[in-house]
């Protein structure tokens, strides 16, 4: 039973991180744009749209760093519990084996 939620616990992670993941492609090309945009109008020299592409610039690179820290945090614990799950499968398997050790000595 326990194995059973570990394992849901970690694909729900994994699907966090890949959305994260998808998110934060979404922003670089967001990013990408605005890049573009604010060279444009620093070359025509408009600078109340050059003001207000930096703080647009500015709002999407703080999103695409949070979720970045959310995407490594999930990642993070799925990795920490397929190793405890893994521990524990090996513990059980070790288990087994010294109890068929000592029927055999039996």
Do not use: P, W
Not at 22 to 33: A, F, G, R, T, W
């Amino acid at each position: 039973m326990e194995k059973d939620y570990i394992e849901e616990e970690i694909a729900t992670k994994k699907i966090c991180f890949n959305k994260a993941c998808k998110q934060m492609i979404l922003l670089n090309e967001k990013m990408h744009l605005l890049m573009e945009r604010y060279c444009r109008a620093e070359r025509a020299g408009h600078r109340s749209l050059r003001y207000n592409l930096r703080i647009r610039i500015a709002i999407v690179d703080a999103l695409r760093r949070v979720y970045f820290e959310y995407a490594s945090v999930k990642k993070e614990e799925a990795d920490t519990m397929l190793e405890l799950l893994n521990n524990r499968e090996k513990a059980e398997q070790m288990e087994g084996t010294m109890m068929e050790i000592d029927m055999h000595e039996s």
